[in-house]
């Protein structure tokens, strides 16, 4: 044998084995693997077309997929001597010093087989002198043994010896270059498929990233760049649509060297929307997708040529430098767009490019995570509801690192719109809008659940609540609506252990302590609470219903009328106990307290016998004979003065209403008198009250004046009366002079002129205004006026 024969045989025996051992790894390869190494075809495919690329001139690719056959063709280069060797032996010549080929006929093509052993290899052939010879080869990777691997790589190798020796038919031009691929058994089929959905999804970022390739064309549907738009403000960031993508769509990409990063995007009603990020799709591509990387910790695609990247074109190399290198351009890039976002009102959607997966595992993807992560949470990029419609950004963290942004958590997913509408409500966090609350769970998870809420009603109040609540008047709703929603989610049992609820002080307190109020009588409950029983504070605030179906199971937890007529009568029995023993006064108090049990007694006798069965008996001993005797007198006062029972109520609440009016120092003459007008209209007992007190007053003068020597006036008050010029205007004589008397009661230190007729006679220079307060008589000069006034200039302008 020549040494020629042995240089041949061994580098025979050394291609062999390369392809055996990449034959052996595949088809032994779990099904998982397996899966992956098939998803890979069409890229890899793609690739080596890519690599034939006519200088200064791009290429046009055809894939078809009908009948269990893929035909996959292109119009660059056709095979040369070198390219059909590579392929045959897999000892690849693709990379030198002067270019950098990014797949051609290595060890990826061998991939392809998972799909057919057998591909059949059409064309044209190159010869000398630029002559083509048409082509038609088999690369058969058959067989289970490595002697079968050889023997077929050897027939090869002399059917490639014939193929280059064939002078016949020479041609100008060549032809385009297919690969046929027979598809036999369903996972074969469901792996092809699979790679025509990762086609579809990456292709807009191929065409993108690679400048070799015009167009492809699969089963007749053309994907070719057909629009391109350099940003005018910022000339890294480019729009780049596909002719077969959404309408209005495309990819936006910023570019610095040779790093590119890239996004979907969609243009809506003048706003760009930032379309999700398929978790199927790679998110490093070096020109092409590197299967692999879907879980890569960057949020958007990010491509370089330069990337150095395994073997198997499923990563890229962690401890290269260059890579880092690339990885932190990229960093850079992304921060650029997170910025762009915070800065212009028109994007929408940010959450979709802004969803990062951490890693452990590489040092790259650790800087990549942690430096993103950090910026994205930091940045104003989060539209916040606002229940006026304005448009708001805000940061998910402050600048120290606190979390300012609430995002609702439930366990049923269902609620979680639910919760969300209750949080619309409530002023005390911000909340992204409802069409982007989910969407930003997925980047910063959620932190705003039911035990959060309920953890604002600690130690707080109805009043405290209601000032963060939109809808103030509706806070009752609003409870009711979250301890519903929150019953619905975690159940009632869950709740119930934790919850903080509202009594009937308005305060909140643990359910623990609280129970139902089951129509209990108002005022037991207020005669109970002054008893020191404050039960107010044990009773669920009535407006809360949510527990309603938890108070029928649990009849321990609900309070009756009966429950609070059994502790009145205990603490009622020990004060009259302690008074018997002790021999001690009834407190003031006390009485008060005992005149408003007698009295509900008076008024509800029969509920009285069922509910007091014990102190009803011996209610005598309630009222002691001089309360009694003081409580008579009032009762025949009020008959004296045709008072009804019923009209008691008003008549003391707008005696107050006048003491009030009248005591207010801030308000003027003509606010004091539009007031009082208002309330002495109101009630005909009002009205009849400011009657007695001009009567009375204008009795008390008329007496008092007619007992002074230098005043005349009629014989008698009712002559006076049917004299006078209005209710309190009288005509009267002073040292034999005709003069007006003027009367006002004095009644709590103020007069109030409350007549027109009572400044007119004012006027007038013979006038006395008196004063009467139900025991004195008083004449009150101008000068007594200009004292208590501290009125010292008196402007004559308007006079």
């Given at each position: 044998m020549s040494n020629e024969d042995i240089l041949l045989n061994k580098v025979l025996d050394a291609s062999s084995n390369t392809i055996w051992d990449e034959l052996k790894k595949i088809k032994e390869s779990s099904e998982i693997e397996k899966r992956t190494i098939r998803r890979r075809w069409i890229w890899e495919l793609i690739q080596n077309a890519s690599d034939c690329t006519p200088k200064?001139?791009?290429?046009?690719?055809?894939?078809?997929?009908?009948?269990?056959?893929?035909?996959?063709?292109?119009?660059?280069?056709?095979?040369?001597?070198?390219?059909?060797?590579?392929?045959?032996?897999?000892?690849?010549?693709?990379?030198s010093s002067e270019e950098k080929k990014t797949g051609k006929f290595g060890t990826g093509f061998m991939s392809t087989h998972l799909l057919s052993e057998i591909v059949l290899i059409e064309g044209s052939f190159t010869q000398k002198d630029s002559k083509y010879t048409k082509l038609k080869f088999t690369v058969d990777r058959s067989g289970n043994e490595y002697n079968h691997i050889k023997t077929k790589t050897k027939a090869m190798l002399e059917q490639l010896v014939f193929v280059s020796n064939n002078q016949e038919k020479l041609q100008e031009n060549y032809e385009d270059t297919k690969f046929i691929y027979s598809i036999k058994g369903d996972e074969i089929r469901e792996a092809v498929e699979e790679g025509i959905v990762d086609f579809k999804e990456a292709i807009p970022y191929v065409l993108a990233f690679n400048e070799n390739i015009n167009s492809i064309t699969y089963n007749g549907e053309?994907?070719?760049?057909?629009?391109?738009?350099?940003?005018?403000?910022?000339?890294?960031?480019?729009?780049?649509?596909?002719?077969?993508s959404i309408e209005n769509g495309g990819l936006l990409l910023l570019s610095e060297g040779e790093v590119t990063i890239g996004c979907a995007i969609e243009w809506k009603d003048n706003r760009m929307y930032f379309l999700?990020?398929?978790?199927?799709?790679?998110?490093?591509?070096?020109?092409?997708?590197?299967?692999?990387?879907?879980?890569?910790?960057?949020?958007?695609?990010?491509?370089?040529?330069?990337?150095?990247?395994?073997?198997?074109?499923?990563?890229?190399?962690?401890?290269?430098?260059?890579?880092?290198?690339?990885?932190?351009?990229?960093?850079?890039?992304?921060?650029?767009?997170?910025?762009?976002?915070?800065?212009?009102?028109?994007?929408?959607?940010?959450?979709?490019?802004?969803?990062?997966?951490?890693?452990?595992?590489?040092?790259?993807?650790?800087?990549?995570?942690?430096?993103?992560?950090?910026?994205?949470?930091?940045?104003?990029?989060?539209?916040?509801?606002?229940?006026?419609?304005?448009?708001?950004?805000?940061?998910?963290?402050?600048?120290?690192?606190?979390?300012?942004?609430?995002?609702?958590?439930?366990?049923?997913?269902?609620?979680?719109?639910?919760?969300?509408?209750?949080?619309?409500?409530?002023?005390?966090?911000?909340?992204?809008?409802?069409?982007?609350?989910?969407g930003w769970a997925a980047v910063f998870g959620e932190n705003v659940g039911f035990s959060w809420i309920n953890s604002i009603f600690k130690e707080s109040s109805i009043d405290k609540l209601v000032d963060y609540l939109k809808d103030k008047d509706l806070y009752g709703n609003w409870l009711n609506n979250f301890y519903s929603l929150w019953i619905s989610d975690s159940g009632i049992e869950d709740v119930v252990k934790l919850a903080f609820v509202p009594n009937q002080d308005n305060e909140f307190v643990q359910f623990s302590n609280i129970y139902l109020d089951e129509n209990i009588d108002n005022e037991l409950k207020q005669i109970l609470t002054l008893l020191d029983g404050n039960i107010s504070e044990q009773l669920l605030n009535l407006s809360i219903i949510s527990f309603n179906n938890y108070f029928k199971e649990h009849p321990n937890k609900v309070k009756t009328n009966q429950t609070c007529s059994d502790q009145i009568d205990i603490k009622v029995s020990q004060l009259l106990s302690k008074e018997a023993i002790d021999r001690i006064e009834r407190k003031e108090s006390t009485q008060k307290i005992f005149n408003r049990l007698t009295n509900w007694f008076l008024s509800n006798p029969e509920k009285s016998v069922v509910w007091f069965k014990n102190l009803y008996s011996k209610r005598m001993m309630l009222s002691s004979p001089e309360e009694n005797l003081r409580r008579y007198k009032i009762a025949e006062k009020i008959e004296e003065n045709n008072i009804?029972?019923?009209?008691?109520?008003?008549?003391?609440?707008?005696?107050?209403?006048?003491?009030?009016?009248?005591?207010?120092?801030?308000?003027?003459?003509?606010?004091?008198?539009?007031?009082?007008?208002?309330?002495?209209?109101?009630?005909?007992?009002?009205?009849?009250?400011?009657?007695?007190?001009?009567?009375?007053?204008?009795?008390?003068?008329?007496?008092?004046?007619?007992?002074?020597?230098?005043?005349?006036?009629?014989?008698?008050?009712?002559?006076?009366?049917?004299?006078?010029?209005?209710?309190?205007?009288f005509p009267a004589k002073y040292k034999g002079d005709d003069i007006r008397i003027v009367i006002r009661p004095s009644d709590h230190q103020k007069i109030i002129f409350y007549?027109?007729?009572?400044?007119?006679?004012?006027?007038?220079?013979?006038?006395?205004?008196?004063?009467?307060?139900?025991?004195?008589?008083?004449?009150?000069?101008l000068g007594d006026l200009l004292k208590t006034t501290g009125i010292s200039k008196i402007p004559l302008t308007k006079i």
């Open positions: 200064e001139k791009k290429i046009d690719i055809k894939i078809d997929y009908s009948n269990d056959q893929i035909i996959f063709s292109h119009n660059g280069l056709p095979f040369s001597y070198e390219n059909l060797l590579d392929l045959i032996t897999q000892i690849s010549s693709k990379q053309l994907y070719k760049i057909i629009k391109e738009i350099q940003s005018p403000k910022n000339e890294k960031m480019k729009f780049v649509q596909v002719n077969n999700p990020i398929p978790k199927t799709i790679p998110k490093v591509f070096c020109e092409f997708p590197l299967l692999g990387t879907e879980g890569f910790s960057f949020p958007i695609i990010v491509n370089s040529r330069l990337f150095e990247v395994e073997k198997d074109r499923n990563a890229i190399r962690d401890s290269n430098e260059l890579n880092m290198k690339l990885i932190k351009v990229a960093v850079s890039l992304y921060k650029q767009l997170i910025d762009f976002c915070s800065n212009k009102e028109t994007t929408r959607n940010e959450f979709n490019i802004c969803i990062l997966k951490p890693s452990t595992s590489s040092i790259i993807q650790a800087y990549s995570y942690n430096e993103i992560k950090e910026y994205i949470e930091k940045t104003a990029i989060v539209h916040i509801y606002d229940h006026l419609g304005g448009l708001k950004r805000l940061s998910f963290k402050d600048k120290n690192g606190n979390v300012t942004i609430g995002i609702p958590v439930t366990k049923k997913s269902v609620n979680k719109d639910y919760l969300w509408e209750l949080l619309s409500n409530y002023n005390g966090i911000s909340i992204p809008t409802k069409d982007t609350y989910l009804k029972y019923e009209e008691l109520d008003d008549i003391i609440n707008n005696r107050d209403k006048v003491m009030e009016i009248i005591n207010n120092s801030e308000l003027s003459r003509d606010e004091i008198i539009d007031q009082l007008k208002h309330v002495v209209n109101s009630t005909e007992e009002m009205k009849r009250y400011v009657e007695k007190l001009l009567f009375r007053s204008t009795e008390n003068i008329f007496k008092y004046l007619s007992s002074l020597k230098n005043y005349t006036l009629p014989a008698t008050l009712e002559e006076w009366m049917n004299e006078k010029y209005s209710d309190t205007v007549y027109d007729e009572e400044l007119e006679a004012l006027d007038d220079y013979a006038y006395q205004l008196w004063t009467d307060d139900g025991e004195k008589q008083v004449m009150v000069t």
